[in-house]
């Protein structure tokens, strides 16, 4: 018999069941793992890095020119044309400075940065912030490929790439630390500042030439060979971009040799012996590079610092820069752990009691890195590297050798990374369920450096407030003070700035930047007896105060401005002449004595002085220039004619130099050449209506009647332009 068959049973109707409150709390955790998902973008990351990079810096980016700015970044005559770029390896970064900075790099940035933008310093800053968030992005990269090697030692490098698929956080680890390194408000000084580019640069190169060797080992040896040398190639040449940009490029290579040696197990030792010798190779094309520019006649003053006050000095160097990295508070230029005063009196010493502990603080810090670093785990390799990434950046700048300050915030520019890798290191030992915990603690701290960070930038918006919010915050520097009392001058406000110069001249008696600037603010206030006697003894104290302060010649300058103004040109002369011995190659002293020469004796005695000077200095704008019109005076139009044009070529902005020729060919009919002069200065003006009015006269004698009426009628829209402007401001 057959089996009955099994009754089919029908679904029962139910009513919906509520859902849990715990299930309904799923819906943020599924929204923060979407967040998570798409963070993961490398396209998404990277454009976080740029933006957020670019916002935090945003304040700025309408800053004006502040200290070294207005040198570097406008009158540097090296930055006025780039036929100038192979010149700028035969010079320091300053002409006239103690500072023997060898950074061509920089120089050349600045030749792009006028040759695009003229004197416009929004496109100065642009450029930083982009460097700055570009080095960002690199870092990013780099990390992800130092972690890997860190936490996958024993994985071949092909291998790792695959791995960054499988364990997302390593990238995830990466981008937090160059988030917050972006991000990071210590940082301003190399960022906010125009001429503190140099960290930029050097970080850029160094990272870009790092992983362009990276990218050189992934590529296979047998198709792609000279893919893979063209990748090498490039890789020594961003290293020595990087060294040309700023001399701590010398502890990236060292890093790099480091890391290839001690960690890369898996490379060959054919590749490490072949990138050891092109780092060595790369220094020594760079020191041969550094005997390019002329020796410094006047080496740096020494501070005469015994060995033991030098340790005491790099322990509060580490614990000044320790306490900035976890909070950047109290920020500005000029800090410094040394106080003098503080040996005076116990009074004194209680008042620099916060110094003092900056070295307890110190020795905190390097033992944090020394426990962490012996601590096992599986971080332990992050930490010990970013503890040796931090120290090697540190040290160099911990006081071991004198530099130009006892701390800078922008020479936390390199070694903050490693800080930061340290304290990834410690992050990576926390269990998995802290994961959280530490995405949240990251977030927050990019939100917090980043309101910092823009609280920070707009110190640097003018001068005048830069200054003041310097000595505000503790940067009680007479460069400061003594900068800021000369903006009152130009301000109007004399009795401020007398008083703020008198009181600088209290604390440092021999400080010529501010006895000059207080002599010329008498001068213009009618006190000139008093005026003249302090240029005088100004002037006589040069051969003393010249070998502790740059650019004591001002005083001789200024005292003989003094005599020939009081038609009293033969002392003049004699005070010029005797600053040209002491001060050789001085453009300004030899500018002046050569045009009182020409007014007093003619343009064949003034002649001889800036010949000599240009036909050394053939790059020299101003020179080039004033031999140009010495010539036209004398009636020698070759010459005149060919110095004008080599002046011309020295600044693709100028237009002096063009309107002289086209007045000369003018002079002597010579229209259509007069024509493409003028036009050519029109080219790099156009917005100024008196290159329009020159051209519209050399077009009326050329009987050209309808193109006068048309540029008289730019002309007279750009006045209206110009006067609806001042109206609206």
Not at 34 to 50: G, H, N, P
Not at 526 to 553: I, L, N, V
Request: proline letters at 4%; a positive charge.
């Amino acid at each position: 018999m057959l089996a009955s068959p099994t009754p089919l049973v029908r679904p029962r109707i139910t009513h919906p069941v509520p859902c849990p409150p715990a299930i309904g709390n799923w819906a943020p955790i599924s929204r923060l793992s979407k967040l998570a998902t798409y963070l993961r973008r490398e396209w998404l990351r990277v454009l976080l890095l740029i933006v957020i990079g670019v916002i935090v810096r945003a304040p700025a980016l309408q800053g004006e020119r502040i200290w070294d700015d207005q040198y570097l970044s406008h009158d540097n005559p090296f930055i006025k044309s780039p036929l100038l770029i192979l010149e700028a390896f035969r010079h320091y970064l300053f002409l006239d400075s103690f500072s023997a900075h060898y950074r061509p790099v920089q120089n050349i940035s600045f030749i792009v940065d006028y040759f695009f933008w003229n004197t416009d310093s929004y496109g100065f800053h642009l450029t930083n912030v982009l460097l700055h968030a570009g080095s960002g992005v690199l870092l990013y990269f780099l990390l992800r490929q130092l972690f890997a090697s860190l936490f996958l030692r024993r994985v071949s490098v092909a291998v790792r790439d695959r791995a960054h698929r499988r364990l997302p956080w390593l990238s995830m680890a990466a981008f937090s630390v160059a988030m917050i390194w972006v991000v990071h408000p210590v940082h301003s000084a190399a960022v906010d500042y125009i001429s503190g580019r140099a960290d930029s640069l050097a970080f850029l190169f160094a990272s870009a030439g790092w992983l362009l060797f990276l990218r050189a080992q992934r590529t296979p040896s047998g198709s792609c060979r000279i893919l893979r040398g063209s990748l090498y190639f490039l890789a020594a040449v961003s290293g020595l971009l990087a060294l040309l940009s700023r001399e701590i490029a010398c502890v990236w290579l060292a890093l790099f040799v480091a890391h290839l040696l001690l960690v890369e197990k898996q490379v060959r030792l054919r590749t490490h012996i072949w990138a050891v010798a092109c780092c060595v190779a790369l220094l020594a094309i760079y020191m041969g590079l550094r005997y390019l520019p002329e020796r410094l006649t006047t080496p740096m003053p020494d501070a005469g610092w015994s060995g033991p006050l030098r340790v005491v000095l790099m322990a509060r160097t580490l614990g000044d820069y320790g306490r900035l990295m976890i909070f950047p508070g109290n920020l500005h230029m000029e800090r410094t752990v040394f106080n003098p005063a503080a040996c005076r009196s116990n009074a004194d010493w209680r008042q620099a009691i916060g110094i003092e502990y900056l070295s307890v603080v110190g020795l905190f810090v390097l033992a944090a890195l020394i426990c962490g670093s012996a601590k096992r785990g599986r971080g332990q390799p992050a930490r010990i590297f970013g503890a040796s990434w931090f120290l090697a950046g540190y040290l160099p700048i911990s006081n071991v050798i004198q530099l130009d300050a006892t701390v800078a915030e922008h020479w936390l520019y390199l070694p903050s990374v490693g800080f930061l890798i340290f304290l990834a290191g410690c992050a990576v030992e926390l269990p998995v369920r802290y994961r959280r915990v530490v995405g949240a603690f990251v977030s927050v701290a990019v939100i917090a450096f980043g309101v910092r960070s823009v609280v920070r930038s707009s110190d640097w918006v003018n001068e005048e407030t830069f200054y003041k919010r310097t000595l505000a915050a503790g940067g009680t520097s007479t460069r400061v003070a003594a900068n800021l009392a000369q903006i009152y001058v130009h301000r109007g406000d004399y009795v401020a700035a007398e008083k703020m110069f008198r009181r600088v001249l209290e604390i440092t008696p021999d400080y010529p930047i501010a006895c000059n600037n207080l002599a010329g603010l008498l001068f213009q206030v009618g006190k000139r007896a008093e005026a003249e006697a302090m240029f005088d003894s100004s002037a006589r104290a040069a051969a003393q105060t010249r070998r502790e302060y740059p650019r004591t010649w001002i005083a001789a300058v200024n005292l003989a401005h003094l005599r020939h103004t009081a038609k009293d040109d033969k002392a003049a002369l004699a005070i010029l002449e005797n600053s040209r011995v002491a001060y050789p190659d001085i453009w300004e002293i030899i500018s002046f004595e050569s045009e009182v020469l020409r007014e007093t004796q003619g343009a064949d005695a003034a002649l001889c002085l800036v010949e000599n000077f240009a036909r050394h200095n053939w790059w020299h704008y101003g020179a080039a220039l004033a031999l140009g019109r010495l010539y036209a005076q004398k009636g020698d139009v070759t010459r005149a004619d060919t110095s004008l044009g080599h002046a011309s070529w020295l600044d693709v902005h100028d237009t002096e130099a063009l309107n002289l020729i086209a007045l000369i060919r003018l002079r002597e009919n010579r229209l259509e050449d007069a024509f493409a002069a003028q036009r050519r200065a029109v080219s790099r003006q156009p917005d100024e209506p008196r290159q329009y009015l020159l051209l519209s006269n050399i077009l009326e004698k050329m009987g050209r009647a309808d193109e006068v009426r048309a540029t008289l009628a730019q002309v007279n829209r750009l006045q209206a332009f110009a006067k609806s402007q001042a109206a609206a401001n």
